[in-house]
């Protein structure tokens, strides 16, 4: 039997990992996951976005929330 983990238990364990983050309208971000808070924002450092076949960089970035329709683990142990 698996044990069921909660939505803040696994992101907690990503801070400091590389992430990708997908937003409402398929905007795709990545970087460095730095921090959460209890409405989902999400804070990334090194934060890039793929836009029409070009990397656009962005340094320090906050995501809002209630935009955030999956966060995934880009370093795998």
């Known amino acids: 039997m698996t044990q069921t983990k909660r939505p803040f238990e696994v992101l907690s364990r990503n801070i400091g990992k590389n992430v990708k983050v997908r937003l409402k309208g398929a905007q795709v971000f990545t970087g460095t996951f730095l921090g959460y808070d209890p409405h989902w924002n999400i804070s990334l450092d090194g ?15 906050i995501l809002r929330g209630n935009n955030v329709l999956y966060v995934f683990e880009l370093d795998k142990d």
Do not use: D, T
């Open 47 to 61: 934060a890039e976005q793929c836009r029409n076949h070009r990397r656009v960089a962005f340094g320090k970035l």
